[in-house]
């Protein structure tokens, strides 16, 4: 499964168009709100020029990049947990993501529509927040609910999920988002995958600059209210402009990197979302590479080498004896795979090993 985020923000923030620059897959974008009614769905490649150098090396049939995917809904507004704006009904389509990208209107333009009238990054944060919460709320409420009747009996699971979300329901009653509401582990793992709430997921600001803040976008005061308003909540923000996006979208090879050192950019701003989302939610990369295929597979800092192959089948962990690594540093200073194995680098790792960033991995195993 790729990794999952939902994009959300106000209306005419640029939210459409950074989908579809960042998926090519044409999301309707115009200048007046909801015009997204369904969700947009995009899942794109992975850059990462370790990939790119290991098959140079390699030479297999085919390069298989892991896999990012966004969800667009339409943009929200004040009441839009209420169902205001068409919003309770898009809200549901993004509880299943891994993390938020909230987009954040740091522009001013006479042409594009603002609903609040003006152009204010605190402002409108706070009604797409207040409106997360309120949605969550409705949800604890109506979990609290039920679980308060099975606790009556004695039920220890419920006894446990009522406490959590009783914490949760004072926490988003006073405006607290879900993840800042410290449950023991008891309580954490009795609630685990029962309500998806949105405020419990780790979230990215992306801050939609024009095309002139586009080489030094963090010196727009903008920009500095939305990182002042991120260091509060410990969420990162990338600032990015959506407008030159799709314009780097339809360049490919040397002629977008030519474009880019012409803007003072070093990476798109597809690069540095993804960077920045894997970083949030603790992801690594590590390979698998073989004459028929180079992969590139995703896993959580930590994850050790079972968990690791597993991800590729389930057969890989339950029968797992053994994984053959070797560092990716390691293989790029050795020139190829059978001189890193002459010069002894490719080490066996056992069941508890941890798994590294940009580890390269052969899996032995018996089922």
Known sequence: MPLTTGIVGLPNVG????FNAITRAGAESANYPFCTIDPNV??????DERLDRLAEMVKPQRVVPTH????????????????EGLGNQFL???REVDAIIHVVRCFEDENITHVAGK?????????????????DLESVERRLERVSRQ????????TLQHAALTKLKE???????????????EEREAIKGTLNLLTAKKVLYAANVGEEDAADPWSNPYVQEVKRIADGEGAEVVPISAQLEAEIAELEGEE???FLAELGLEQSGLDRLVAAAYQLLGLITYFTAGEKEVRAWTIRRGTKAPQAAGVIHSDFERGFIRAEVIGYEDLMAAGSLAAAREKGLLRLEGKDYVVRDGDIMHFRFNV
């Open 92 to 94: 549901s389509h993004i």
């Open 68 to 83: 990012f995917q966004f969800t667009d809904i339409a943009g929200l507004v004040k009441g839009a947990s209420k169902g």
């Open 42 to 47: 995009g899942v794109v490649d992975v850059p």
């Open 171 to 185: 926490a988003l009653t006073e405006g607290i988002p879900a993840r800042q509401v410290e449950l023991s582990d």
């Open 15 to 18: 939210k459409s168009t950074l």
């Open 151 to 158: 606790k009556k009996s004695g039920d220890k699971m419920a």
């Open 256 to 258: 977008r990197r030519q």
């Open 119 to 135: 152009v204010d990054p605190a402002s409108d944060i706070e009604t797409i927040n207040l409106e997360l919460i309120l949605a």
